[in-house]
């Protein structure tokens, strides 16, 4: 062996005994951080936009499941910012093709967060809403949380013909009625 072989050699076991020799320290192995699987992690929160002259309730939800078609799905809502000293107040509805099977009502009480959970049912592929209006001190807001069961795209009905003009413009011809 030669010289520079000794020397990485010894730079070798220098590099192993330095990262052994914390968990050697004390008889016991440090201890590594706990990784847990996405699914035991609380899924993220999507923050709704609140408008001007709004009711001033913050709402931020979450779809807890994939929605399937007559499979309950619970929707996670949680709500803060609850200045009125009556408190505030929430009706829930749902589009066609959404069936809501929790309370349609709930009451905010105020200065705290408040979370709800409820459970709509879907009846067809496709995208619906679950609608969320807030009212506080008069001012009301509207949320719709989208629910999309199945990987059907919503689709535009056509009502009209795509053609070209003479300057090679793309116009839609539509019937008249």
Same mark, same amino acid.
């Given at each position: 062996?030669?010289?520079r072989s000794n020397s990485m050699m010894a730079?070798?076991?220098?590099?192993?005994a330095g990262l052994s020799a914390p968990?050697?320290?004390?008889? !016991?192995?440090?201890?590594?951080?706990?990784?847990?699987?996405?699914?035991?992690?609380a899924a993220a929160m999507t923050k709704a936009p609140q408008k001007a002259g709004g009711?001033?309730?913050?709402?931020q939800y979450r779809v807890d499941a994939t929605p399937q078609i007559g499979r309950?799905?619970?929707?996670?809502?949680?709500?803060?910012?609850v200045t009125e000293?009556?408190?505030?107040?929430?009706?829930l509805s749902a589009d066609a093709g959404l069936t809501l099977q929790s309370s349609d009502t709930l009451a905010l009480p105020a200065?705290?967060?408040?979370?709800?959970?409820? !459970?709509?049912?879907?009846?067809?592929?496709?995208?619906a809403y679950l609608?969320?209006?807030?009212?506080?001190s008069g001012a009301m807001s509207a949320v719709s949380i989208p629910v999309q069961t199945g990987t059907a795209a919503p689709v535009l009905k056509s009502i009209g013909e795509l053609k070209s003009a003479p300057d090679g413009e793309k116009i839609i011809t539509m019937p008249a009625k």
């Open positions: 062996m030669n010289i730079m070798a076991w220098i590099a192993l968990a050697l320290a004390d008889g !016991t192995p440090t201890p590594r951080a706990v990784r847990h699987p996405a699914h035991h992690r009711s001033g309730v913050a709402l309950a799905t619970p929707v996670v809502l949680q709500f803060d910012g000293p009556q408190g505030a107040t929430v009706r200065g705290r967060r408040t979370t709800a959970t409820v !459970t709509v049912v879907s009846e067809r592929d496709g995208l609608n969320v209006f807030i009212t506080q």
